[in-house]
Structures are given as structure tokens and as C-alpha cells.
């Protein structure tokens, strides 16, 4: 079930922590495709902001879009 507008639930931030571990991890094939090398470990601290920042995008997204899945919308009324 998805989240209704403006609440989250636990799913929600259990997927948004995925996405933070996921972008984190990901990131640094880029660079390794691009220079032929891995990063150093100075470089991973801008990987986990990006991760951080996908992450926190995802909330957003969530917070913002109702159960049915428009975004900036409130819920329609429930009929009785």
C-alpha cells in the first residue's frame, strides 16, 4: 500500500535507506569506468552525499505524493 499525502511509513524509509545504500555503492563505477581506477577513500565522502541526497529525494517524493500516485495532490474523500 502506498503512503498517503504528506505521511510516511516504515516501508518508506526502509526504501529510502536503500536508495542511500544503493547510490553509495553504485557511484563509484563511474569512476572507475571513466579513469580505469577506483576511487580513494577521500572520494567515497562525496559518494555518501550523493547517496544521502538520493536518499532524502526519495522521502520527498513519497511525502508529497498521495496513495494513488499524483504528486502535490490530497487524497480524494473516501465515500461511506
Known amino acids: 500500500m ?15 535507506f536503500v536508495m542511500v545504500l544503493l547510490t553509495t555503492a553504485l557511484s563509484p563505477i563511474q569512476s572507475l569506468l571513466e579513469s580505469g581506477t577506483l576511487p580513494d577513500l577521500n ?18 517524493k513519497n511525502f508529497l505524493t498521495n496513495s494513488q500516485g499524483k504528486i502535490l495532490t490530497p487524497e480524494p474523500p473516501t465515500r461511506v
Do not use: I
Open 43 to 60: 572520494t567515497f565522502g562525496g559518494y555518501f552525499v550523493a547517496g544521502l541526497t538520493a536518499g532524502v529525494a526519495y522521502l520527498l
Open 2 to 16: 502506498n503512503s498517503f499525502f504528506l505521511k510516511l511509513t516504515s516501508n518508506d524509509y526502509f526504501k529510502g
